[in-house]
Structure formats: structure tokens, C-alpha cells
């Protein structure tokens, strides 16, 4: 009697192809753009300052130690430094702190638009209790005009030329009997809003883009007026 060998095949071919494994799949982590190809440019948004406009220096200077307070509204905060002290053996260890910066997009009253800036902690709750961005910037006492730093100062020069706080002014001035400073220095408000209405236009045209009507916000809708800010 002859015996027949079975048909099945090797157990090395009759195994299935699954494997143990810990390392990710290839094809789950597709690059984005094609080998050999650069990522598309990054778009930054515009300067709200331009930088062809005359403003006038900054009194105290920019900071010299802790440089990235000049571009955003640190309050003069600046890098601390202290030591942290073990518990169980006093052992005492060098270390820093570093202001809480973020960057927030605050709404203006005067520029009818949000501006977005690098700010502290502490500047924002100094804008909620004045009550807004715009009388944060436009404060009279020495000392807020120092926090404000370059930044700050070159934002209370832009909020001054406005309209909005420019009628604010012209009131004030004529319920105390004040003359006109524009009058007496011969100074012309045509030709400095003349420079700042063509990149006033540029940025309404670009929130327009992204969905925001200016006038139409909710800061404005929350504070009981309609349309645009009053001239």
C-alpha cells in the first residue's frame, strides 16, 4: 500500500503575512508637498505701523536687555531671576522667569478694527479695567507712557491721528476754552490723515476677506452703537 504525502503547503508559505510589530506603517506619514518641491511662501500679515510714516522718537528709548519687550506691550515687564530651594536639604539652584506673554487680537475703538499684538498678563487686565486698548494707549501719567515702550508708542501715535479721538479732543478742548494747537503751529490734520488713508483701506479690504465688516463687530454691537464709529 502506498501512502500519499499530504498537498498542503510548507508552514512558512501557508502563514499569513501579518507581522509583530512596533514601527508605524510608511504609508501613514505622506509628506505634504511632493519630493523635491518647496512649501509654499509664508504670508505674514501687514505692519500696522508703516514704516514711511514720520513718528515722532521714543522718549525712553527701546530696551537694551531684554529686547522683545520693544515689539509688543510688556507693561515693563522684564526676565527675573531667583533660585529654587530644595526642601529637604535647602540646596539652592539658579533659575529665571519669563514674563506670560500672549498674542491677542484687541479690538479698537478708534481704528475700528482688531489689533493684534504681543501682550502680558498683566497688560490686559490693565486695558480691561481702563476700559479698552485705546485709553490704555492714550494714558497721560509718565509712568504708563514708559511701559508702553516703542511698540505702545508707536500704536498711541497711529490711535492719535484718528478722527474718532481727534473730535474726542477737539471737544475737550472747547468745554475748557482751549485754543486750537493745529491753528496756532500751523499744523494741517489733512495731510497726515492723507498718509495713513491708503493703508487704512489696505487693511479694511483684507478683513473684509476674512468675513469681519468693519462696524458691524460685536464690540460694537455690546457697547449700543450702530455702523460705523462716529466721526
Do not use: C
Not at 20 to 40: D, G, L
Not at 88 to 116: D, E, G, M
Not at 126 to 142: A, F, N, P, Q, R
Not at 189 to 209: G, Y
Request: aromatic share 8%.
Amino acid at each position: 500500500m502506498i501512502l500519499r504525502q499530504p498537498t498542503t503547503l510548507p508552514l512558512r508559505l501557508a502563514s499569513t503575512t501579518r507581522t509583530f510589530t512596533t514601527t508605524p506603517s510608511a504609508q501613514r506619514y505622506k509628506p505634504i508637498f511632493p519630493p523635491f518641491s518647496k512649501p509654499p511662501p509664508r504670508v505674514r500679515e501687514p505692519p500696522l505701523i508703516p514704516n514711511d510714516l514720520a513718528i515722532p522718537p521714543y522718549p525712553h528709548g527701546p530696551n537694551k536687555w531684554f529686547k522683545q519687550s520693544n515689539h509688543g506691550l510688556y507693561g515693563g515687564l522684564t526676565r527675573r531671576t531667583g533660585n529654587n530651594v530644595s526642601s529637604k536639604t535647602k540646596t539652592k539652584t539658579r533659575r529665571k522667569w519669563l514674563p506670560n506673554v500672549n498674542y491677542k487680537r484687541i479690538f479698537s475703538i478708534a481704528l475700528n478694527r482688531r489689533v493684534r499684538v504681543r501682550v502680558s498678563t498683566r497688560v490686559m487686565r490693565t486695558i480691561d479695567k481702563v476700559g479698552g486698548l485705546d485709553e490704555y494707549l492714550l494714558g497721560e501719567k509718565s509712568a504708563r507712557v514708559r511701559e508702553l515702550g516703542p511698540l505702545g508708542w508707536a500704536l498711541r501715535w497711529r490711535v492719535l491721528q484718528t478722527p474718532y479721538v481727534r473730535k474726542r479732543f477737539r471737544l475737550q478742548r472747547e468745554a475748557l476754552g482751549l485754543p486750537d494747537p493745529e491753528v496756532e503751529m500751523g499744523v494741517r490734520a489733512e495731510e497726515v490723515e492723507a498718509q495713513v488713508r491708503s493703508f487704512d483701506e489696505k487693511l479694511d479690504q483684507e478683513d473684509r476677506e476674512e468675513g469681519f465688516v468693519p462696524g458691524t463687530d460685536v464690540e460694537l454691537k455690546a457697547r449700543g452703537e450702530q455702523g460705523a464709529v462716529p466721526v
